[in-house]
């Protein structure tokens, strides 16, 4: 008997009733059936989204939104800077040389992060840059960026800011309207708690005004015929339908926990999980600027990452992620997002301690876990307190 | 956001191919169709019990299983032995004097457990009795009771042995042929992995022979009727289909894990948990004869066990059983049997721990984990190695 019990930075664990949502009966795209869920998720999106302007659904991983990303705010041969501090901030630089855009990389370790002297320096280098694409927390690393501060950059250099927050968003705060981000695109399998399958993309009016400035490289993904087709409350193409149902049922679940509470609930998992690492005087890659995300713990040299993770994966059902590329055997990766409870993140550590002792360390086992208890302990006691305070 | 943990003597977890099975297309229960499923699990529920007998299946929570055996093999006016240990060995009486039966109850401390000498002292007084009702394991005090001891007693004289299963079954030894058992049941909520709603009980010859020498006070239950129709591979009612289904799937994860291997891991959970209480200091109400099923923890004085339960379940998601009857306040109970693996017991030590400094005991958070980690770890280790010496 093995059950799986997911800690990756996504897919993350769906709940019953979501999973449930996807056995729906079939219904139509075009119909006024549909069109009232559509309505429905359209306005609880805005409210994850924090904008006022409409979160467009693309059938899709996140990548799907990156791309159509660039292609709406970059014509052929414009300038764009892009930050490159792991595998995902990478992928800006790749898919912007594919669609004929000059990108401008600001590459750097990834246990650093996207500064605003790193900004400034690529605003001095690449002037023209008519975007700044950037991650809100990178998957690859764990670090989470100071997208707040780039944006108050970007707005004095009149660049727009791209912010991929396919696995931030909803587990770190990123307030779309109060940061004047002008693009902010997300997946469906890390916080909000669905399979694999639609992406989500908000654009600001500046961005919007950008795009209709130039014409599409793609055809399926052009947020031109996204945004179209959003204002009659339909999509371009063929809806997701039984992942929409589902995104229905999840978008409900999250706004009745609260997107603070969710944002709070990934922070002090984060919290548990790092303080754990360090009474075993594990250090953290992201230690610099760390996301709440995910936590990388750096193994030592005795200790392959990829391992770990395969051997947790295929004897006991627990599912971390290793590291990628340079990263692979380096890193082990536990997530802290998405349906994921106090209690379980207690199971990940001490799957995460037994794993280190399986692997030849010197672990005390126990001894992370009580320091992950004593956060989550005290966070379980203070939010009792509050409820009781609002009755 | 609160998830459910189910640590409760049952209902236990269910998996989530068993949950869908339930939603297949409804099949009618007097066609081919069904009885293909009906012979497949016939023969499944056979290894199960370790019987060449018939194993039948009632719909119904186990109490129906206990009221259709004590119809079957002891006829009104005729007496019988029971123990009584707990809620479930006092269900026995229960029973008996509603069915007419002249009941010679054996009643003990719940802390005490069905011995051979209280069997031999029972025999002496009430020499006449036809049969002897006992538990498996008695699900109010988590005592299990040595079930091949008692029936060789029960053989020299002469009686038939009923063994109440319902939560022992699946989770601790108990091949029916082997030790010779008259009649063995159990429930579907707990061991299999199932919703509650059906029942299953087998009879030896020797009972099925007893049955038939008197008439049947229950019409729907009346287990002659059920034989006869399981003779002709379907119920004599109409069928459970969608349990069944659901009966169907948890069978064949059953079989694939092995009884054997289910057994070892609910009494290495056991050892887990009891290890971890003891690390606190804390007495269980079982230690005499401790099943696997369930650890029956008793509190101090200054805690009020269904106080615990109501809190955890309440705030937490985590679902323990306090104590019922007299011990309603003084045991929480942890199980460790069905759909639950490893890692969750450890989450369950860890928030029985924090529940335990939540009502203001003085405890050291993490120490009955290490202790519950190092069993179950071994165990994890061992089990590798075998399966890698398996090939």
Redesign the interface.
Known sequence: ???S?LFTPGPTMVP?DV?LAG?KDMIHHRTDQFKAIYVKCAGQLKQLFETSQPVLVLLGSGTAAMEAAVDAVVAPGEKMISFNGGKFGERWGKIGRNLGCDVHEVKYEWSDFAGVDKLEQALKDCPDAVAVFCQLNETASGVGNPVKDLAEVCHKAGKLIVVDGISGLSAMKCPMDEWGLDIVLTGSQKGLMLPPGLAFIAMSEKAQQKMAGHGARLFYNDLRAQLKADGKSTHAWTSGVSLYQQLSVALD?MLE?GID??IH?CHVQGDAVRAAAKAHGFELLNAASPGDVLTPILMPESVKASEVAKYCRG????YFAAGQDDYKDKIVRIGHLG?Q????T??AI??F??AM??FGLDI????G???A??I??AD??EQ?RKSAAAG
Chains 1, 2 share one sequence.
């Open positions: 008997m093995q059950k019990h019953g999973a056995a679940m926990e509470n969710i609930r004897h006991w059902g627990i349906y409870d106090h209690f379980e207690i199971m001490a799957a301690e037994m002792k399986h005390e086992l126990g001894k876990v009580k320091a208890q004593e989550l302990m379980l006691e009792e």
